[in-house]
């Protein structure tokens, strides 16, 4: 799995997400320079090639813990699943149109630094979840 995120995060919150990513070994994040939302697509882009992506979306579909455990399970066998995360601008359109779906995680506006470490905690969590792991508990 890849992580696709627009901008640097404070190092509180990276130590946060070190501390999953240490549990998936197989995730990898990748930043992109915070600059507007036409420059952060092409670069986006250049990423998004040949991956199976999904863009999070204040518009795309909202799931609850256990139904987004079920969501990464029937995808589990796209090559190289990619979750994107915007700026502050958001994605561009042509980043959104290359999405094969959209998931929100709230109607709330999220800064972009938080928003990865709900990402990264939620997909442990779906991990945990199929495999009957007590976390989710």
Known sequence: MIILAVGKIRETLEEEINFYKKQMPKLKIIEIKDSNKEKEGRQ?????KDNYCVSLSIKGKAYDSISFSNFLEKLKEK???TFIIGGSEGLSDEVLKECREHISFSKMTFPHGLMRLILVEQLYRATKISENHPYHK
């Open 44 to 48: 986006l882009l250049k990423y998004m």
């Open 79 to 81: 090559k190289n699943l």
